[in-house]
């Protein structure tokens, strides 16, 4: 039963997350949309394995597969994704669609690589731990600003105990059966952090009429 609430939390989190930014993205400049729509990609993927993660406990369909997918791209392409995101709108820097591009087909690249040459453990977690650590630093960023401060480092503890530790000497991830309710915990002060970071739009609203 547990295993089905977190499967819909993370559902609810990771959709409401998505149309969240989704629907503040109209708000933003050209600048932030491509950074502001790989921070919806990621959501969407988290809300995807959620998602059939719930027609797989509560109506028995074959979705095992597609769940396991869509929780290794979340944890492969979106939350690094996510991490990237956040770096560049609290330093309000400005990446072009393509650079935007090249970003995500590098991730998937990687992944691959690892994957052939046997690294995948150790690749999920540094990747883990490089994407929670760039989610904390956007937050301390803005620094005396605590509810951004704080959101950074809960949104990064929570990202930091989603990446499967087998085959590292440190030993397995004793939060493992709960990788689905910190994802679902994580999706909104995430979400929330990443709308309340600087970015272009400030500034662009900043400037005299």
């Given at each position: 039963?547990?295993?089905?609430?977190?499967?819909?939390?993370?559902?609810?989190?990771?959709?409401?997350?998505?149309?969240?930014?989704?629907?503040?993205?109209?708000?933003?400049?050209?600048?932030?949309?491509p950074a502001l729509f790989c921070a919806l990609l990621a959501f969407?993927?988290?809300?995807?394995?959620?998602?059939?993660?719930?027609?797989?406990?509560?109506?028995?369909?074959?979705?095992?597969?597609?769940?396991?997918?869509?929780?290794?791209?979340?944890?492969?392409?979106?939350?690094?994704?996510?991490?990237?995101?956040?770096?560049?709108?609290?330093?309000?820097?400005?990446?072009?669609?393509?650079?935007?591009?090249?970003?995500?087909?590098?991730?998937?690249?990687?992944?691959?690589?690892?994957?052939?040459?046997?690294?995948?453990?150790?690749?999920?977690?540094?990747?883990?731990?490089?994407?929670?650590?760039l989610v904390a630093y956007a937050g301390v960023l803005q620094w005396?600003?605590?509810?951004?401060?704080?959101?950074?480092?809960?949104?990064?503890?929570?990202?930091?105990?989603?990446?499967?530790?087998?085959?590292?000497?440190?030993?397995?991830?004793?939060?493992?059966?709960?990788?689905?309710?910190?994802?679902?915990?994580a999706c909104p002060v995430i979400a929330w952090l990443l709308l309340?970071?600087?970015?272009?739009?400030?500034?662009?609203?900043?400037?005299?009429?």
């Open positions: 039963m547990y295993e089905l609430l977190q499967a819909t939390l993370l559902t609810v989190t990771g959709l409401g997350s998505a149309i969240w930014i989704g629907t503040a993205r109209r708000g933003y400049g050209e600048p932030d949309q969407s993927l988290a809300a995807g394995s959620g998602a059939c993660a719930v027609a797989r406990l509560a109506f028995d369909l074959d979705t095992l597969e597609a769940e396991r997918w869509l929780m290794q791209a979340t944890l492969l392409l979106g939350l690094p994704l996510v991490g990237v995101v956040a770096l560049t709108l609290s330093r309000q820097w400005i990446w072009s669609r393509p650079t935007w591009g090249r970003i995500v087909i590098g991730l998937c690249a990687f992944f691959e690589l690892a994957r052939q040459l046997g690294w995948s453990a150790p690749y999920a977690f540094a990747l883990g731990l490089l994407s929670a650590l005396p600003a605590r509810l951004q401060a704080g959101a950074g480092l809960a949104g990064g503890a929570l990202m930091l105990v989603l990446p499967p530790w087998t085959g590292l000497s440190i030993g397995p991830n004793p939060l493992s059966g709960f990788q689905q309710l910190w994802l679902a915990l309340n970071l600087p970015g272009n739009l400030r500034e662009e609203r900043s400037e005299p009429a």
